[in-house]
């Protein structure tokens, strides 16, 4: 849930898919200190990430939208949830599917969540596969690739590529273009465009062509994701500071 354990450190932050992955702890730390000097103990860290998260989009080139505020924060983190929860970059699209859907999310709104790739980086260990054994990929772009992402599993694991191969410090939908032209990263943004017309291809297609479209789907399941499990009321706490209980 939208609830900052995952600001706990350790616990979630070693999880499969946040290892070595996740950053930026440090501005949520800032934020919640001067918080603090002005209003103690009122704003939760759960609302100051969901917060965050949207003025980085905004930030970014990308959309607003408003963002219900009340939440509250664990009081503990849970690694083994974080590593059957959160979608591996190996799924396939049925995989996928079942994961957002079991927490309420629409196909739509999977592959509108999955456009927040057209920022960051992925670590060369969860994508090594995809380019060397799979053949859905564009061969210049996975030649691009390889020099700083070698075969030997072991060899440069940490190192990182763009997720976004066309505008990787821009929020906008090229994120799409790129599979369509096959420059998906990883196995499991490729796997969302196949290029038969089945499967999520029409609305890759849709997005790709139409920026508001993919902006408002965005907007709308980045809502649905604050709202997921969230603490209110008198459960869980107002922490101190982000970082522990």
Known sequence: GCDASVLLSGMEQNAFPNVMSLRGFEVIDNIKAKLETMCKQTVSCADILTVAARD??????GPSWTVPLGR??????????????????????VNLTQSFGDKGFTVTDMVALSGAHTIGQAQCQNF????????N???GFATSLKANCPQPTGSGDRNLANLDVSTPYSFDNAYYSNLKSQKGLLHSDQVLFTGTGGGTD?????????PAAFSSAFASAMVKMGNLSPLTGSQGQVRLSCSRV
């Open 72 to 93: 509250r924060d664990s009081t503990n983190a849970n690694e083994a949830a974080a590593n059957s929860d959160l979608p591996p970059p190996f799924f396939d699209l």
């Open 128 to 135: 090594r596969d995809r380019l060397y054994n799979e053949t």
């Open 56 to 61: 980085s989009v905004v930030a970014l080139g």
């Open 202 to 210: 029409n609305t890759v297609n849709n997005f790709a062509s139409n």
């Open 137 to 139: 990929i564009n061969s």
